[in-house]
């Protein structure tokens, strides 16, 4: 299995969380974002046609975008599973996952704020202040989504006992956004969750500094 990703890709990063949770073995590709090299062609046309990061390799599959391969690794090595089964739980955990990958990351990522700064010429600032209020933004909503699963699971992770597909979302995107100079006073249980991740093998061996493209 290979596993084509940017160590402080927020996506890239939920699938190496899923990988180690799941304790499952993977070769590292690193794929440079910062240079442009996930639109090489032949990296669109062999392996991403999204031409993003991060993209499986598993056998004969050629699979991008992070959910889609957290779901095929869930239904191919199921256990610990990170989509429950339970129909109202899978729900819940998605609701909460989509909220982060969906709202969240895709206004924050690198080539919508390479966008706002090379071509729009938005300040250095500018772009920050666009940055910061969408993550205060989505991160109120998972603050609000957080309480409520509070009233019905009991335990360190958004749902729970046990970490989900919601948890490796969101441990990356406060990763990152902790990294951007945001506050994240106002989240005090997505905090806390994040606070439990760092003391968890599979969190931190998924940590960008602890891979091989890490670049300081």
Not at 90 to 102: D, G, K, T
Not at 176 to 205: K, S, V
């Amino acid at each position: 299995m290979q596993l084509y990703s940017f160590f402080n890709s927020s996506t890239s990063w939920r699938v190496r969380i899923a990988l180690a949770l799941k304790g499952l073995d993977y070769e590292t590709l690193p794929v440079n974002i910062r240079t442009g090299a996930h639109r090489d062609t032949q990296y669109v046309n062999e392996v991403n046609a999204s031409a993003a990061v991060p993209a499986l390799v598993d056998g004969t599959l050629h699979l991008g975008q992070s959910l889609a391969i957290i779901d095929w690794l869930d239904a191919q090595y199921p256990q610990p599973r990170l989509i429950p089964a339970d129909a109202q739980l899978r729900a819940r955990v998605l609701e909460l996952s989509y909220l982060i990958a969906c709202d969240i990351h895709p206004v924050n990522n690198l080539r919508v704020l390479r966008y706002l700064q090379d071509e729009l010429k938005v300040s250095l600032l500018e772009k920050d202040k666009w940055y910061w209020h969408w993550i205060a933004e989505g991160l109120a909503g998972v603050e609000r989504l957080l309480a409520r699963a509070a009233t019905q699971h009991d335990g360190p992770w958004c749902f729970g006992a046990l970490p989900t597909l919601a948890d490796c979302c969101l441990i990356p995107q406060l990763g990152n956004a902790q990294r951007m100079g945001c506050d994240l006073t106002p989240y005090p249980r997505a905090r806390a969750i994040f606070e439990h991740a760092q003391t968890e093998p599979a969190f931190m061996q998924a940590q960008p500094q602890l891979q091989p493209d890490y670049m300081a």
